[in-house]
């Protein structure tokens, strides 16, 4: 099966300016993830959702992140604006339909974001 | 609140020497734990959880409840394993919620 996509997988921009990543999680699964790892720090959540509803955003800084999954299949996160604290790689994941305990999750490739 | 401490961020060793990379973790209920691993240039992939009682590509983990440890262990290291190593934790009441730890980078040393 194709994996998580993801794009761009490079993007280097201002502070205050603003930028989009877009996600394609795996055929059939309605979980979606978008996690942020800074540099030497494990993946933390920003956002998940089951198909389109939003499940977790608790750790999403509202004031500049959003992020929507409209038809329930491809996601875009979206900062603005940007700040130099956002640099870092900004993951995707998805995993199994739900009924299934403890999710394995299907990460994609990443997209590495600095902030100048 | 749930926490995965790793408390290592390098560990290097001799191919061919034992592995333990270490995790402890913060959760008064039941947990499920997991090991994710990221090879380069590859993408961050499962190698193992607790509910499987499983041994991938020679690694095991034992969960020590009483320790509240979840350590990862490989009695011979190989090159292939040089990687970049999670340890995560999921809940029964959020089963889809994945914690991750800031993660060990294991070296084996030829």
Redesign the interface.
């Known amino acids: 099966e194709a994996g998580v996509a993801q794009s761009p997988r490079y993007k280097i921009i201002e502070k205050r300016q603003s930028v989009a990543f877009w996600c394609n999680p795996i055929s059939g699964h309605a979980t979606l993830y978008w996690y942020q790892q800074i540099l030497g720090q494990g993946p933390k959540l920003l956002i998940q959702f089951q198909n389109n509803g939003v499940v977790d955003d608790s750790q999403l800084p509202k004031d500049r992140f959003s992020a929507e999954r409209l038809k329930g299949v491809d996601s875009t996160l979206k900062i603005q604006p940007a700040k130099l604290e956002d640099s870092a790689v900004y993951l995707c994941a998805s995993s199994s339909p739900p009924g299934l305990a403890f999710y394995e999750q299907y990460f994609g490739p990443g997209t590495r974001l600095t902030v100048t | 609140a749930q926490r ?1 401490t790793q408390p290592e ?1 390098l560990l290097s060793v001799f191919k061919g020497a034992p592995v333990e990379l270490k995790c402890n973790y913060s959760y008064s209920g039941s947990p ?1 734990l997991f090991w994710y691993v990221q090879y380069s240039r590859q ?4 190698l193992l ?1 607790h ?1 499987s009682r499983e041994s991938i590509k020679g690694f095991t983990a034992d969960l020590n409840k009483g320790e509240t440890s979840f350590h990862l262990k490989k009695p011979f290291a190989q090159e292939e394993d040089s990687a970049m190593y ?1 340890c ?1 934790l ?1 809940t ?1 009441s959020s ?9 060990t980078r294991l070296s084996i040393r030829p």
Not at chain 2, 95 to 103: P, V
């Open positions: 995965v961020k499920e993408r961050l992939q499962l959880r509910i999670y995560a999921s029964y089963a889809s919620k994945i914690i991750f730890g800031s993660g």
